[in-house]
């Protein structure tokens, strides 16, 4: 008779399948977030590329990884040390098992270890037969490539098909362990692969497999219940920061009844987008693929001086060939919306890792005075609304307004609630429609609001003006060289760029209102951010947390909010940038956090931090009391007057 495991419930887990780049661990990541989501919890996901997509199979080089955190709380991040790690060959296993919770469940893929295999991953002995694992982790060594060919039997599929459906045995064997259903998988797959039936089949039936196996082989003493989130009301879907963006940025032109022109050239992370945008000819988008990142801005700032908003997407690499161009569309003033995706390191650098290092080129990364507007997205959902407000200001304030989100935010995905376009910004498009003098056109006549000038369609009778790289004199758009008029011209859309800090809303204030610390951030540190500052507040320490969206141009109410705390804290994926202008600008003394290691940062680590500076500041406070108590006055007296 089988023995049933019991049934526990958890609140939160996070697993991690890890595998050869080929191996299906994006797949199986993907359909364990789906079946999450469909049943209610909330989520949050690191897909993790392989550094060369071209390594050879079995290398330390080809490992690619999917990481899921699902949860019947509300979580921020996508966990930090996964509680089960899947390693589907030594390679995945010798990355990996560092990060794994001590006592965690460690899968493994058997079969996968063979004298190659454990060759190229540079190890001496075989990990599964030397008893080095058992120790520390609960370890179940399953042969699914064998069991996949057993399962398969009698299907008319090549040995190789076969052997690669045992990234759903694995799934199967996770199923099982977390009590997700399999139907929603099974559908996808019948979708997916409708003209292909055998393929179905074959996954299908290792999908069951994997399955059964954690039913009948009796190793799992314990299988765990995940319960449903308590959500805010509401249609959800699930939703990764790429499809957000597409989506804010086609929701703008919508409001804006404006038609959307993407062009660009494909680099990672940021390709996603122009695969996304490309599909939808039916709502009018139009995409052009350049040949490269300077043809592709280019042909952006040509399609928005015609009259279409023009989008581009790169990262670092590309976004600094386009900087000629990012200031020909500040000199021109024509509404321009630029996505940079960021990516770690300098040139190349690592092309498939996040990093938040761009920040001084998308602020200062262009020659010339040349002010631009720069908005940071904080989560995979959030891109959809700082896309649209992107495409609002350039429009609203005819200027280039760079984007900033990273791979870690357009690679995850998170449960997202669908908005309501109706409850978005509304803006106009600014066109200019007839020339109201009986004189020339004054294509730099500006609104006294915004300081925008008009947007002129080439060809309108009546709208002639030129348009240029050279300095324009004022109001007439002539090209000038008089030195006051450059200075006059500059000052302007210095302003201008100011101005959008008038319509920004309240600063957001998680926690206490005054305090001891202040965890300020932006971008995609803010997940780990909040969820320390969540745990700091439950242990009752005077702290907030500040998530900045709008780094060009600063909220006007953050410099009152920063002289309400005794210390501030900056986590950032850099060296240090955003602290830097922080500093620069408010003249407080920020304390940096500071990771440059490809990865998101984990809140445990700015827990232990925010402690330290908690700790410094109670221990001066004690010292300073004692010396300020009545023993101590004579003696401190003396000594200052000496």
């Given at each position: ?23 299906g661990?994006q797949l ?6 789906q ?104 370890t ?35 199923f ?10 099974i ?6 692969f409708?003209?292909?039936p ?8 290792a ?9 009948t ?15 805010a009301?509401g ?60 043809a ?48 770690g ?9 996040t ?9 200062y ?61 509304d ?64 000052e302007?859309?210095?302003k ?54 709008w ?5 006007s ?24 202008m ?61």
């Amino acid at each position: 008779m089988t023995k049933k495991a019991k049934l526990e419930t958890v609140d939160n887990v996070t697993i991690r399948f890890a595998g050869d780049s080929g191996d299906g661990m994006q797949l199986s990541g993907g359909r364990f977030t789906q079946t999450s989501a469909i049943m209610g919890n909330d989520l949050s996901t690191l897909p993790d590329f392989p550094a060369e997509i071209r390594a050879p199979a079995g290398s330390l080089a080809g490992v690619s990884s999917f990481q899921i955190h699902f949860s019947s709380q509300e979580i921020h991040t996508p966990g930090e040390k996964p509680d089960v790690l899947v390693a589907m060959n030594p390679a995945a296993l010798k990355v990996h098992l560092k990060d794994l919770t001590p006592g965690g469940a460690l899968i493994i893929n058997k079969n996968a270890f063979t004298t190659k295999n454990l060759k190229l991953a540079g190890y001496d002995s075989d990990p599964t037969e030397d008893g080095s694992l058992e120790d520390y982790y609960s370890t179940h060594f399953i042969e699914m490539s064998k069991m996949v060919e057993r399962a398969c039997e009698g299907i008319d599929l090549s040995p190789k098909l076969i052997d690669r459906t045992k990234n759903l045995c694995a799934l199967g064997v996770l199923f099982w362990m977390y009590d997700r259903p399999l139907e929603p998988t099974i559908d996808w797959l019948n979708k997916k692969f409708k003209s292909k039936p055998d393929v179905v089949d074959a996954n299908v039936r290792a999908l069951n497999t994997g399955y059964n196996y954690g039913d009948t082989a009796e190793i799992f003493t314990t299988r765990y219940v995940v319960k449903k989130a308590k959500l805010a009301p509401g249609k959800y879907r699930n939703i990764n920061g790429t499809l957000a963006t597409c989506l804010g940025l086609l929701t703008a032109v919508e409001k804006g009844k404006l038609s959307l022109t993407f062009a660009g050239y494909p680099i990672t992370p940021a390709s996603n987008i122009l695969h996304t945008l490309s599909n939808w000819k039916r709502f009018g988008v139009k995409t052009y693929q350049a040949e490269d990142e300077i043809a592709g801005i280019g042909a952006a700032l040509g399609a928005s001086y015609g009259g279409s908003l023009g989008v581009t997407a790169s990262s670092g690499p590309g976004i600094a060939l386009k900087g000629e161009f990012l200031g020909l569309a500040v000199i021109t003033e024509l509404p321009l919306v630029i996505i940079n995706v960021q990516r770690g390191g300098p040139s190349t650098g690592l092309p498939t890792k996040t990093e938040q290092s761009d920040l001084f080129q998308a602020v200062y990364g262009r020659n010339g005075e040349a002010p631009m507007p720069v908005i940071a997205s904080s989560t995979p959902g959030d891109c959809y609304y700082t896309a649209y407000e992107a495409c609002r200001m350039a429009v609203k304030y005819m200027t280039p307004v760079m984007m900033l989100s990273d791979g870690y935010l357009v690679n995850g995905s998170e449960p997202w609630i669908i908005p309501n376009p109706d409850e978005m910004n509304d803006f106009e498009s600014g066109f200019v429609k007839e020339n109201l003098t009986d004189e020339q056109y004054l294509p730099y006549k500006r609104n006294e609001d915004t300081l925008a000038r008009g947007w002129a369609i080439p060809g309108t009778k009546g709208l002639e003006h030129r348009i240029g790289g050279i300095e324009k004199q004022d109001v007439t758009g002539n090209v000038n060289y008089d030195s006051d008029n450059h200075e006059k011209m500059v000052e302007i859309r210095a302003k201008k760029v100011a101005n959008i800090a008038k319509e920004l809303p309240p600063t957001e204030i998680f926690g206490e209102e005054k305090g001891d610390l202040l965890i300020l951030s932006w971008g995609s540190t803010h997940g780990a951010c909040k969820s320390a500052t969540e745990s700091l507040l439950e242990e009752n320490l005077k702290v907030a947390h500040v998530s900045i969206r709008w780094i060009s141009p600063l909220p006007s109410d953050l410099k009152g909010i920063l002289s309400n705390y005794k210390k501030i804290l900056m986590p950032e994926i850099n060296t240090g940038q955003f602290r830097q202008m922080i500093r620069a600008e408010f003249l407080v003394d920020a304390i940096g956090l500071n990771e440059v290691q490809g990865k998101p940062l984990g809140a445990s680590t700015i827990i232990a931090k925010a402690k330290e500076i908690i700790n410094n500041i109670i221990y001066f406070m004690v010292f300073w009391n004692s010396m300020m108590s009545y023993t101590f006055i004579p003696y401190f007296t003396f000594w200052f007057f000496l």
